[in-house]
C-alpha cells in the first residue's frame, strides 16, 4: 500500500480532444475531424489559456503534467514540447516532475515516442485495451494485438516508465478467459496497470446496443468473479491496486492521479479539461468548453475557455474529498473531512459499514475501503455522505 501523502502537490491537466474515430463503448470529449487539424493555431490557444491559468493561480510548482485526450499521441513532438515550454515559462516545475502523454498503440504513434522523449514526456500510457484482435474489433480499436505489443515494446525501450489499460468484463468474455489475458498483460508490463470493467455509458453507440440485446456483457455474478480474479493475479505479481481501477509496484503509482484522488489543486487546459484551483481562500471548480473550435476562438477572443467556473462550499468540498478520497486503497483522513465539512462523519453509518466489512480504519486513524467494498463503493460513499 502506498503511503498517504499529505505534502503540497500540483497537477496540470491538457486535454488534446482529437482522435481518428470514434470507440463505440468512449464518451469522453473526443472529436473526430476528417480534415487536418491546425497544430499551429491550437498550440497558441494551449499557451494563451496556460498563461492566463497562471495569471490567476501563480507561484504554483507543477509535480505533475497530463496530457491525455482524445489522442494527445497525434500531436507532433513540437507541439507537445511547445506546451511544456509554455507550463515552465508560467510556473516553477519540479525538477522531478512526472510528465505522462496518453497514446494510441499503433506503430505510426509509436515511431513519435522518442520524440515525445526529447520533448519532455517521461511517462506514457497505452490505450491497449485488449489482447487479442476480435475483441479489439468489437471495441472499434484501429490497432491489432502485434501491433500494441510492438509499442509497449517500444515504449519499454525510450521511457523510464510505462503504463497499459486494458478493458476487461467484454461481452463473452469468462474468468479463465481474463485470467489468461491477464497473465500475458502483467508479463509486458513494468510497474503499472489501469484495469477497467466495461461499461455502458449513456449516448455511445454501445449503449444502444446493449439496450436492445445485440451487446450482451458479463451478469453481476461474472463480473464480480472478473474483479476477483483481477485483485487476486496482480496482488500475486506484485501490482496490488492502489485505487479501484489501477495497480502498481510500490512508488510507481501515477503521481498525477494521486493529485485528482487526494483533493489536491490541479489546472485544466484545453477543451472540456476541468480544474481544481485553490483562489482568495475558495476552492474554484472550473470547466472549459468542449468543442474544440469553440474553444479555440474564444481562447483567441478573451484568453481562456472557461464556460464554468463555481465556487464549491463545504459541503461540496468534503463530499468530492470522499467520493474521490475512498478511491484510493490508502483511504481518507476522517479529521481532514471534519475540517472540509464543518461536521464528522457519522459514527453510526461507519459502524455499520465496518460490521458489514465494507470498510476499515486502519491503525493510524484512516477511513479505507476493504476489498469486498471496492465493487459498491458508489452506495458505500452514498452512505457515508448522507
Known amino acids: 500500500m502506498i503511503a498517504a501523502d ?31 487539424i491546425d497544430e499551429e493555431r491550437f498550440v497558441q490557444a494551449f499557451v494563451r489559456e496556460i498563461e492566463t491559468t497562471a495569471a490567476r493561480a501563480p507561484g504554483r510548482d507543477v509535480s505533475s503534467i497530463f496530457l491525455g485526450g482524445g489522442t494527445p499521441s497525434l500531436m507532433q513532438p513540437q507541439t507537445v514540447g511547445a506546451i511544456l515550454d ?30 515525445y522523449r526529447a520533448a519532455g514526456v517521461n511517462r506514457v500510457s497505452l490505450g491497449v485495451q485488449a489482447l487479442d484482435d476480435s475483441s479489439l474489433k468489437a471495441l472499434g480499436r484501429l490497432h491489432t494485438a502485434r501491433e500494441a505489443l510492438e509499442a509497449v515494446a517500444i515504449a519499454r525501450s525510450v521511457f523510464d ?42 449516448g455511445t453507440p454501445f449503449f444502444g446496443m446493449h439496450a436492445t440485446g445485440k451487446l450482451r456483457t458479463p451478469d453481476e455474478a461474472v463480473a464480480r468473479a472478473l474483479y476477483d480474479i483481477t485483485q487476486e493475479i496482480c496482488a500475486h505479481h506484485g501490482l496490488p491496486a492502489y485505487e479501484i481501477s489501477n495497480h502498481a509496484r510500490c512508488g510507481a503509482e501515477c503521481r498525477h492521479n494521486l493529485v485528482y484522488w487526494r483533493g489536491q489543486e490541479y489546472a485544466g487546459i484545453g477543451p472540456g479539461a476541468h480544474g ?63 475540517a472540509l465539512s464543518g461536521r464528522p462523519l457519522d459514527p453510526r453509518r461507519i459502524a455499520i459499514l465496518r460490521e458489514e466489512g465494507a470498510i476499515a480504519i486502519s491503525p493510524d486513524g484512516r477511513l479505507r475501503v476493504t476489498q469486498d467494498g471496492f465493487p459498491l463503493l458508489d452506495a458505500v460513499v452514498a452512505d457515508l455522505a448522507a
Not at 464518451?27 to 473526430?32: G, R, Y
Not at 509486458?188 to 496497470?193: D, I, T, V
Not at 481562500?281 to 472557461?306: S, Y
Open 6 to 36: 499529505t505534502k503540497p502537490a500540483f497537477g496540470v491537466y491538457v486535454h488534446w480532444p482529437f482522435c481518428l474515430s470514434k470507440c463505440p463503448y468512449c464518451d469522453f470529449n473526443s472529436h473526430v475531424r476528417h480534415a487536418p
Open 86 to 115: 509554455a507550463i515552465g515559462k508560467h510556473w516553477d516545475v519540479a525538477d522531478d516532475v512526472e510528465v505522462t502523454l496518453e497514446a494510441n498503440p499503433t506503430s505510426v504513434e509509436a515511431t513519435r515516442f522518442r520524440g
Open 276 to 338: 481544481r484551483l485553490d483562489i482568495d481562500g475558495h476552492r474554484h471548480a472550473i470547466a472549459t468548453e468542449k468543442r474544440p473550435e469553440a474553444w479555440l476562438m474564444r481562447v483567441e477572443a478573451i484568453g481562456n475557455g472557461i464556460v464554468a467556473d463555481d465556487i464549491l462550499n463545504s459541503e461540496e468540498r468534503a463530499d468530492e474529498f470522499l467520493l474521490m478520497g475512498l478511491r484510493l486503497r490508502e483511504g481518507i483522513d476522517p479529521e481532514r473531512y471534519t
Open 161 to 202: 516508465r510505462y503504463s497499459f489499460d486494458l478493458i476487461y468484463a467484454r461481452p463473452d468474455q469468462t474468468p479463465d478467459m481474463w485470467a489468461e489475458e491477464l497473465q500475458r498483460a502483467i508479463a509486458e508490463a513494468a510497474e503499472h496497470l489501469s484495469l477497467y470493467q466495461l461499461t455502458i455509458e449513456e
